[in-house]
């Protein structure tokens, strides 16, 4: 019988279809499971060179409408015995009416989802990466954004919200078209998904739903005696910086979830 723990790790997606015989192989899909958190990053195909765009400041209007078109989530994965559930307790599109539920069975070395609200199935594949560590946490930032951070073997993902939700019933797409002003429609793309790899340099970001983070160090470091982290971050003006948070949940061991590196930015380290 699956269970949270049975599919913990690095999953990748390589189809998802309707039943009116839509399908989608090319949207890049990462989901990444802790204990019980995860997070979920998906970038459609065909994406545009950002390298001219190295800051929030800098995303003019066509950059903002690609930006707007990703998905992403993080939360808790929950199982009552017959179906799992994706709780979105962060989403980088606005809320959906639709509960994310569906059922999980294996064929062969393919991981099945079956939706439950909503009719699909999407087929995932894990590598052979390792799955420990295994650590996550939940995470309140000094100015009151949610995060949520998922480390598995030598992956992890990060997750960072906006200043304030979304409104309900629109596409970010939509949302974005619709600011009356660029500054206002990158205010709804200030949200960070990213992807890296833990390495002897760093936590390197690998994707994100922001493009000049790729490349970064996360770096993320104890603050507060154990109660916190520190994590670099990006200014909206391009400055490096970095972010205070307290730990809302721990999941795991929290050195699993510390940049041991030597290359660790001295600013973080104190």
């Given amino acids: 019988m699956l269970s949270v723990a049975i599919v913990r790790g690095l999953w990748q997606r ?20 802790g204990p019980s958190l995860y997070i979920d990053l998906r970038q ?4 545009p060179d950002f390298g001219g765009y190295s800051c929030l400041d800098d995303l003019d209007r066509p950059a903002l409408a690609w930006l707007a078109a990703q998905e992403g989530f993080a939360g808790e994965l929950l199982f ?19 509960s994310d539920v569906g059922k999980l069975w294996f064929e062969g070395d393919v991981l099945v989802e079956e939706g439950r609200d909503i009719p699909y199935i999407e087929h995932w594949h894990r590598g052979p990466e390792a799955t420990q560590p295994a650590a996550a946490a939940r995470l309140a930032g000094a100015d009151g954004r949610p995060g949520t951070i998922v480390r598995s073997g030598d992956h992890f993902m990060f997750a960072r919200g906006r200043d304030a939700a979304l409104p309900a019933g629109e596409t970010l797409a939509e949302l974005v078209a619709a600011a009356p002003t660029p500054a206002a429609a990158r205010a709804l793309i200030d949200m960070e998904i ?10 390197i970001i690998t994707r994100s739903s922001l493009p000049w983070r790729e490349g970064c160090n996360l770096a993320p470091v104890t603050a507060q005696g154990g109660a916190g982290l520190l994590t670099g971050e990006t ?10 948070w307290s730990i809302q949940a721990l999941q795991g061991v929290l050195t699993d979830l510390v940049d041991f590196s030597a290359l660790r930015p001295t600013a973080l380290a104190r």
Avoid: K, N
Avoid at 195 to 203: C, K, L, Q, S, Y
Avoid at 235 to 244: E, L, V, W
């Fill in 44 to 47: 459609p195909a065909g994406r």
């Fill in 194 to 203: 990213s992807f890296g790899a833990v390495t002897d340099e760093g936590w």
């Fill in 80 to 98: 009552d015995g017959g179906h799992f559930e994706w709780r979105r307790d962060l989403d980088l599109q606005p809320t959906s009416p639709y």
């Fill in 235 to 244: 200014a909206a003006d391009g400055r490096p910086t970095h972010r205070r």
């Fill in 14 to 33: 390589s189809l998802i279809a309707w039943p009116d015989g839509r399908r989608d192989t090319a949207t890049a899909v990462c989901w990444l499971q």
